[in-house]
Nanobody
Framework: QVQLVESGGGLVQPGGSLRLSCQAS????????MGWYRQAPGKERELVAV???????NYADSVKGRFTISRDNAKNTVYLQMNSLKPEDTAVYYC??????????????WGQGTQVTVSS
């Protein structure tokens, strides 16, 4: 069993910053990629940023230059530093771990989501 626990969401004014964290726990031997997705009301879930175990990162065009994803592989943790936040960044942010290697199988997992609200 693998669990992802997110933290760090909240209410922030436009132009402000937040840092999200997501830690995976359980019988984990390795995780291929960890990333963040978001879903705004009435919209589909979209990729925000992803980081592979080898250090490659990829970002949605809408967040490039403002958000930074990082990983601590030893702690099975991924972070998302969000700067210069805009109202359109308001959404529920979900952490995802891809191709988690456990003693028994490979699997993917999602976190429960954390609300980020950007408003004055």
């Amino acid at each position: 069993q693998v669990q992802l626990v997110e933290s760090g969401g909240g209410l922030v004014q436009p132009g402000g910053s937040l840092r999200l964290s997501c830690q995976a726990s359980g019988s984990i031997r390795s995780i291929s990629a960890m990333g963040w997705y978001r879903q705004a009301p009435g919209k589909e879930r979209e990729l925000v940023a992803v980081a592979t175990s080898g250090g490659t990162t990829n970002y949605a065009d809408s967040v490039k230059g403002r958000f930074t994803i990082s990983r601590d592989n030893a702690k099975n943790t991924v972070y998302l530093q969000m700067n210069s936040l805009k109202p359109e960044d308001t959404a529920v942010y979900y952490c995802k771990a891809d191709r988690i290697r456990t003693p028994w199988a490979f699997m993917d997992a999602w976190g429960q989501g954390t609300q980020v609200t950007v408003s004055s």
